[in-house]
């Protein structure tokens, strides 16, 4: 067994406080994250609002903790998407060579040829921006890259001596696909998953920057930068408390990724370092 | 050669076809009435039918396509819904101007990143060495659209040295000014892209120092330097031309959102602009030809890699 990374660990760590302060975002907020509070107008952080607050008096702190827990609905729930619908279809595609394969390939050559954020924008532009609608695009996007991933992962494992084994026994090619091939599939499959979530995170939050994500008042970290840009000079920590949080996620995710790919798949070690 | 570039440049067009077909059923098919997108849902019946008349809304899809696809071929992008001018022009002169933003940042990534990729292999383990590779790990984590609130505040408002917004053109405002409104979203936009090649140069320029083509080259007494720029150089860069095509798809994507933040012209802020006022032709016009610079910038990429790497060449396999 492989020992585990310090940077694995340390990522780990501070992509798990995050997801706990977000699922318990509402019990420990100091403040309602949408109650105005005209008396308290950009306020500097103190010690009753640790983070200062915003135009209407909001809390930043209580506002960056319910933003944190749609950031990273929308990161995770993206790449679930992707994942869902992405490795059967590659899956698929391994096994049934042919004219399926040919079919689902030439589908991921066609959108992989379409620049992200841009089929991101196609889905978006023509419906009501919303949380959903954002995850549903940005998870839609990495498709392509799943499917390849899974097709390639499947293709090698179709020709090991299990799967021949299975065949030979007269397993039935759902069976083979679901109790065979996937349950192996899996380390190499995580590893595409923990990097891909960095880049569902980027491009979900760039999203609701622009304003296509979830919709004022609620909070999300890419919508709170693009709402504080017009404080920029006087109250700057409204921009900068969610800013900062997404870098912290955002390495820490990068880091678990790539921890991961060391740990799981020493094959591609030589890669991003 | 000549066999891999037709088929290259016939699944380009293939492409740039699906797209159109894509952009047309998205719009037109999914979410009802394009007339209601525009008009909005207070707007009445009567108003509702003139603009679907003056849009030809009103005729079959598939004769509203052919339309719009023959009108594509022709260079008509339709007229603009919000601007009383055509599209055509409108995105021509967006273009212009995002291709000054994309093609700085291009050369400069490519310079620096592999630069700084090769001092970092050739100084492994030092100072430098270790400083770039943390300062890597922070730049590509970064949202370009962070950078860019971070470096408005900064330079634009503490500092008050460049301007936060908008653009002048080279021949009405001169030099100076010009570069001032280029400096920030330029430097916002390569920041991360840099990092990124910087890293892959620095290991696969690794991999070629370790191998054993640069063992002989040193064992036959070859100077180091040359052994480096003859030898392993050559070998690191072709991954670097991929990621580097693949770097113009974020790079797109970086500069919808920096163009949108700095007020910048461009192509990326003029489609946002006709996303928030649904202007339908404009939308639908930037992504077409978005897609077909993606398409180009890819065919560029696979060529320069087919042209550097024989294997390619004659296996001819690179579809």
Same mark, same amino acid.
């Given at each position: 067994?492989?020992?585990?990374?310090?940077?694995?660990?340390?990522?780990?760590?501070?992509?798990?406080?995050?997801?706990?302060?977000?699922?318990?975002?509402?019990?420990?907020?100091?403040?309602?994250?949408?109650?105005?509070?005209?008396?308290?107008?950009?306020?500097?952080?103190?010690?009753?609002?640790?983070?200062?607050?915003?135009?209407?008096?909001?809390?930043?702190?209580?506002?960056?903790?319910?933003?944190?827990?749609?950031?990273?609905?929308?990161?995770?729930?993206?790449?679930?998407?992707?994942?869902?619908?992405?490795?059967?279809?590659?899956?698929?595609?391994?096994?049934?060579?042919?004219?399926?394969?040919?079919?689902?390939?030439?589908?991921?050559?066609?959108?992989?040829?379409?620049?992200?954020?841009?089929?991101?924008? !196609?889905?978006?532009?023509?419906?009501?921006?919303?949380?959903?609608?954002?995850?549903?695009?940005?998870?839609?996007?990495?498709?392509?890259?799943?499917?390849?991933?899974?097709?390639?992962?499947?293709?090698?494992?179709?020709?090991?001596?299990?799967?021949?084994?299975?065949?030979?026994?007269?397993?039935?090619?759902?069976?083979?696909?679901?109790?065979?091939?996937?349950?192996?599939?899996?380390?190499? !499959?995580?590893?595409?998953?923990?990097?891909?979530?960095?880049?569902?995170?980027?491009?979900?939050?760039?999203?609701?920057?622009?304003?296509?994500?979830?919709?004022?008042?609620?909070?999300?970290?890419?919508?709170?930068?693009?709402?504080?840009?017009?404080?920029?000079?006087?109250?700057?920590?409204?921009?900068?408390?969610?800013? !900062?949080?997404?870098?912290?996620?955002?390495?820490?995710?990068?880091?678990?990724?790539?921890?991961?790919?060391?740990?799981?798949?020493?094959?591609?070690?030589?890669?991003?370092? | 050669?000549?066999?891999?570039?037709?088929?290259?440049?016939?699944?380009?067009?293939?492409?740039?076809?699906?797209?159109?077909?894509?952009?047309?059923?998205?719009?037109?098919?999914?979410?009802?009435?394009?007339?209601?997108?525009?008009?909005?849902?207070?707007?009445?019946?009567?108003?509702?039918?003139?603009?679907?008349?003056?849009?030809?809304?009103?005729?079959?899809?598939?004769?509203?396509?052919?339309?719009?696809?023959?009108?594509?071929?022709?260079?008509?992008?339709?007229?603009?819904?919000?601007?009383?001018?055509?599209?055509?022009?409108?995105?021509?002169?967006?273009?212009?101007?995002?291709?000054?933003?994309?093609?700085?940042?291009?050369?400069?990534?490519?310079?620096?990143?592999?630069?700084?990729?090769?001092?970092?292999?050739?100084?492994?383990?030092?100072?430098?060495?270790?400083?770039?590779?943390?300062?890597?790990?922070?730049?590509?984590?970064?949202?370009?659209?962070?950078?860019?609130?971070?470096?408005?505040?900064?330079?634009?408002?503490?500092?008050?040295?460049?301007?936060?917004?908008?653009?002048?053109?080279?021949?009405?405002?001169?030099?100076?000014?010009?570069?001032?409104?280029?400096?920030?979203?330029?430097?916002?936009?390569?920041?991360?892209?840099?990092?990124?090649?910087?890293?892959?140069?620095?290991?696969?320029?690794?991999?070629?120092?370790?191998?054993?083509?640069?063992?002989?080259?040193?064992?036959?007494?070859?100077?180091?330097?040359?052994?480096?720029?003859?030898?392993?150089?050559? @070998?690191?860069?072709?991954?670097?031309?991929?990621?580097?095509?693949?770097?113009?798809?974020?790079?797109?994507?970086?500069?919808?959102?920096?163009?949108?933040?700095?007020?910048?012209?461009?192509?990326?802020?003029?489609?946002?602009?006709?996303?928030? @006022?649904?202007?339908?032709?404009?939308?639908?016009?930037?992504?077409?030809?978005?897609?077909?610079?993606?398409?180009?910038? @890819?065919?560029?990429?696979?060529?320069?890699?087919?042209?550097? @790497?024989?294997?390619?060449?004659?296996?001819?396999?690179?579809?």
């Amino acid at each position: 067994m492989n020992r585990i990374p310090r940077t694995l660990l340390v990522g780990g760590v501070i992509v798990g406080v995050i997801c706990i302060l977000a699922a318990l975002g509402p019990w420990i907020a100091p403040f309602e994250p949408d109650a105005f509070n005209m008396r308290a107008r950009l306020q500097p952080p103190s010690t009753t609002y640790w983070f200062g607050t915003d135009e209407f008096g909001r809390d930043v702190f209580s506002r960056v903790l319910a933003g944190a827990h749609h950031s990273l609905l929308m990161g995770f729930g993206a790449t679930i998407i992707s994942l869902v619908i992405g490795v059967p279809l590659g899956l698929i595609a391994a096994f049934r060579r042919g004219w399926t394969e040919e079919a689902i390939m030439r589908g991921v050559d066609l959108m992989i040829s379409i620049p992200p954020v841009l089929l991101g924008l !196609l889905i978006l532009a023509v419906t009501e921006p919303g949380l959903l609608k954002t995850m549903l695009a940005v998870g839609l996007v990495y498709v392509p890259i799943m499917t390849r991933v899974a097709r390639a992962v499947g293709l090698d494992l179709l020709a090991e001596d299990f799967v021949e084994a299975a065949r030979a026994r007269g397993e039935g090619g759902f069976h083979i696909l679901a109790r065979e091939i996937l349950p192996n599939a899996w380390p190499p !499959l995580i590893v595409e998953t923990s990097l891909r979530v960095t880049f569902a995170i980027l491009l979900g939050s760039a999203l609701s920057f622009l304003g296509l994500g979830p919709q004022p008042p609620d909070s999300e970290w890419g919508l709170m930068i693009a709402e504080s840009r017009p404080f920029i000079s006087e109250a700057p920590w409204i921009g900068l408390a969610p800013g !900062l949080c997404l870098c912290l996620l955002l390495i820490a995710v990068n880091v678990v990724g790539e921890g991961l790919r060391d740990l799981l798949d020493p094959r591609l070690r030589g890669r991003g370092h | 050669m000549t066999s891999f570039l037709a088929r290259r440049f016939a699944s380009v067009i293939f492409v740039l076809w699906a797209m159109t077909v894509l952009v047309f059923a998205i719009v037109h098919v999914l979410p009802g009435s394009v007339a209601h997108m525009i008009l909005g849902e207070f707007a009445t019946t009567d108003a509702i039918a003139a603009l679907e008349e003056r849009l030809g809304l009103n005729q079959p899809l598939y004769v509203q396509y052919w339309t719009w696809f023959t009108g594509l071929l022709r260079g008509d992008f339709g007229m603009s819904l919000t601007m009383e001018r055509p599209a055509g022009p409108v995105i021509l002169e967006a273009l212009g101007r995002s291709a000054i933003l994309a093609s700085i940042s291009i050369v400069l990534v490519a310079i620096l990143g592999i630069g700084l990729g090769i001092h970092s292999a050739t100084h492994v383990g030092t100072w430098s060495d270790r400083g770039l590779t943390l300062m890597q790990y922070f730049f590509i984590a970064v949202p370009e659209f962070f950078w860019c609130i971070l470096v408005i505040i900064f330079f634009a408002v503490w500092l008050g040295w460049l301007p936060a917004t908008g653009y002048a053109p080279l021949h009405e405002a001169g030099f100076w000014r010009w570069a001032q409104h280029l400096i920030l979203p330029v430097s916002t936009l390569v920041l991360g892209l840099i990092a990124h090649v910087s890293r892959l140069v620095r290991s696969s320029m690794l991999e070629a120092i370790e191998s054993r083509y640069v063992l002989a080259a040193r064992a036959k007494g070859i100077p180091e330097r040359i052994v480096l720029r003859r030898h392993a150089l050559p @070998n690191a860069l072709l991954p670097a031309i991929t990621v580097l095509a693949v770097d113009v798809g974020i790079l797109i994507g970086g500069i919808v959102v920096v163009e949108s933040v700095f007020a910048f012209p461009g192509l990326g802020r003029m489609l946002i602009y006709a996303i928030d @006022n649904q202007d339908i032709p404009l939308m639908m016009g930037g992504m077409i030809v978005i897609t077909a610079i993606y398409a180009l910038a @890819n065919l560029a990429a696979d060529i320069l890699y087919a042209v550097l @790497n024989p294997r390619i060449r004659v296996s001819g396999s690179a579809g």
